[in-house]
């Protein structure tokens, strides 16, 4: 996915500013997946047209509404819901969280293979790395992904330990889900799990009165264009270690460990949004914030 001409490059430059050092590995691992994706044939060569157009002015349009907006009333993050349950052995995490970003950008940091949109700031380190990705299949806005990722693990608070996950993923652009199942993880017996990102409308009880929307047009219709979308993102990850670590006190550390660095990772996705939002505009698009606001004093709608 591309948000618009230069926004990606533009998002990993920003969210990635503390990370100029990071080792070439994260370079050479790029280029190798590149590399695969051109010379094993992953993508097939009559994959179906895309049935979907996205928005890029609006997608632009949002952004630049965050920005403006969080120098006046910054967005505060509410903390990520987490709910565990056991069933047969199996641990069911259900997790939701609400960013200040939309949708579709979002979506994009959760999938795109470059920049780091899972930084620590306080501890000042990524906690998930891309380390190799090839496409498998792609069909217009789905696609099927063979990913390796390293998940940062604090051991009792000592020190940090990679943990390696190799898994199967499916993404679906055009409903903002995806799903994915393990090749390989460490002490997992299973280790799969879906997430999906659905608009927030926070502007709407303020601009749209009582006529609530039902989607992102009639929003932008009740709102005259000025409504922020932010993202709800629910993930349900269902895991089970191997003997003997299903047992206790041992499972009692996996389960803790695994619901505390799934709050991270959230956690961190939230501080990229906030990134993003303070982030000065790249040049390129201070012509289009500048039509925009000059249609505002119009009264007009540029939607």
Same mark, same amino acid.
């Given at each position: 996915m591309r948000i618009f001409?230069?926004? *990606? +490059?533009?998002?990993s430059k920003n969210s990635q500013q503390p990370l100029k050092a990071e080792s070439k590995r994260s370079e050479n691992v790029e280029s190798k997946s590149v590399s695969e994706k051109d010379t094993n044939n992953n993508a097939p060569s009559n994959k179906k047209k895309k049935e979907y157009v996205y928005d890029e002015k609006e997608e632009m349009r949002q952004h630049i509404l965050w920005y403006e907006e969080e120098k006046k009333h910054p967005w505060h993050n509410p903390p990520p819901k987490v709910k565990v349950t056991t069933k047969k052995g199996v641990y069911h995490m259900n997790l939701e969280v609400t960013i200040g970003a939309a949708p579709e950008m979002t979506f994009l940091w959760l999938t795109e293979p470059? *920049? +780091?949109s899972f930084f620590d700031e306080k501890n000042w380190r990524?906690?998930?790395e891309n380390i190799k990705r090839k496409v498998l299949t792609e069909d217009g806005p789905r696609r099927v992904i063979k990913v390796e990722k390293a998940v940062v693990h604090d051991f009792f608070s000592l020190t940090t330990i990679p943990i390696p996950l190799h898994l199967i993923v499916e993404e679906n652009e055009k409903d903002l889900t995806g799903k994915y199942k393990k090749e390989k993880v460490m002490f997992m017996k299973v280790f799969e799990g879906n997430f999906k990102v659905?608009?927030?409308?926070?502007?709407?009880?303020?601009l749209c009165k009582k006529k609530l929307p039902k989607n992102q047009e009639e929003y932008k219709k009740c709102s005259g264009g000025q409504g922020k979308t932010a993202s709800k993102l629910t993930i349900n990850q269902y895991f089970e270690p191997y003997p003997p670590f299903n047992l206790p006190p041992l499972s009692w550390y996996i389960r803790g460990s695994t619901i505390q660095t799934?709050?991270?990772l959230l956690i961190a996705l939230q501080n990229t949004s906030k990134i993003i939002r303070t982030a000065k505009l790249p040049e390129d698009y201070e012509e289009f914030r500048a039509k925009m606001n000059s249609r505002?004093?119009?009264n007009s709608i540029f939607y």
């Amino acid at each position: 996915m591309r948000i618009f001409p230069g926004f *990606g +490059s533009w998002i990993s430059k920003n969210s990635q500013q503390p990370l100029k050092a990071e080792s070439k590995r994260s370079e050479n691992v790029e280029s190798k997946s590149v590399s695969e994706k051109d010379t094993n044939n992953n993508a097939p060569s009559n994959k179906k047209k895309k049935e979907y157009v996205y928005d890029e002015k609006e997608e632009m349009r949002q952004h630049i509404l965050w920005y403006e907006e969080e120098k006046k009333h910054p967005w505060h993050n509410p903390p990520p819901k987490v709910k565990v349950t056991t069933k047969k052995g199996v641990y069911h995490m259900n997790l939701e969280v609400t960013i200040g970003a939309a949708p579709e950008m979002t979506f994009l940091w959760l999938t795109e293979p470059g *920049g +780091s949109s899972f930084f620590d700031e306080k501890n000042w380190r990524v906690l998930m790395e891309n380390i190799k990705r090839k496409v498998l299949t792609e069909d217009g806005p789905r696609r099927v992904i063979k990913v390796e990722k390293a998940v940062v693990h604090d051991f009792f608070s000592l020190t940090t330990i990679p943990i390696p996950l190799h898994l199967i993923v499916e993404e679906n652009e055009k409903d903002l889900t995806g799903k994915y199942k393990k090749e390989k993880v460490m002490f997992m017996k299973v280790f799969e799990g879906n997430f999906k990102v659905e608009p927030v409308y926070v502007d709407q009880e303020r601009l749209c009165k009582k006529k609530l929307p039902k989607n992102q047009e009639e929003y932008k219709k009740c709102s005259g264009g000025q409504g922020k979308t932010a993202s709800k993102l629910t993930i349900n990850q269902y895991f089970e270690p191997y003997p003997p670590f299903n047992l206790p006190p041992l499972s009692w550390y996996i389960r803790g460990s695994t619901i505390q660095t799934s709050k991270n990772l959230l956690i961190a996705l939230q501080n990229t949004s906030k990134i993003i939002r303070t982030a000065k505009l790249p040049e390129d698009y201070e012509e289009f914030r500048a039509k925009m606001n000059s249609r505002n004093k119009a009264n007009s709608i540029f939607y």
